[in-house]
């Protein structure tokens, strides 16, 4: 937790060290001033490693190229703190660290958050059945007909 002053109230700019989410879904990163401070007139930036993928300042928004429309604030909880970065449409490529930063006036205060993305859940029958064998020879493979019944490899149809 950092401390830090914006105008005459001390804050803190607290996170989580991680959060995950599944490729295509919508994850918030928080990050909050404490004790709820407005964010209104600071600038906000968002980094993902060292590039700045969004940016905050004067009520203007600016996003990098690749996360254009898929990240912003909660702007109506900007005036209790709350300066959280919505990613919408996780990637597998977005898995990384990223460091919420506030400057307010000469103050700059900087908190992590680490994003883990896991794949979607995938049925996938071949590794379902992967491994498993004929009840009438052992080192024959099982394979599938059309309604999924199993049957050895060589049986007639």
Not at 101 to 129: M, S, Y
Request: net charge negative; glycine share 8%; aromatic share 8%.
């Amino acid at each position: 937790m950092i401390w830090s002053r914006i105008g005459q109230t001390q804050f803190k700019l607290t996170s989580e060290d991680y959060v995950r989410a599944y490729v295509g879904e919508e994850v918030t990163l928080p990050c909050h001033l404490s004790p709820d401070t407005s964010a209104v007139d600071t600038t906000i930036r968002w980094f993902k490693g060292t590039e700045c993928i969004y940016l905050y300042k004067n009520g203007q928004v600016t996003e990098r190229s690749g996360y254009e429309g898929r990240v912003s604030l909660i702007t109506q909880e900007l005036e209790r703190g709350n300066v959280s970065l919505r990613l919408r449409d996780i990637r597998r490529s977005d898995t990384g660290v990223y460091i919420c930063q506030v400057i307010h006036g000469e103050q700059k205060e900087e908190a992590a958050v680490g994003l883990r993305v896991r794949r979607g859940v995938e049925l996938n029958v071949e590794d379902i059945f992967q491994g498993e064998t004929s009840d009438t020879d052992p080192t024959l493979p099982l394979r599938r007909t059309n309604s999924m019944e199993l049957i050895p490899p060589d049986s007639e149809l």
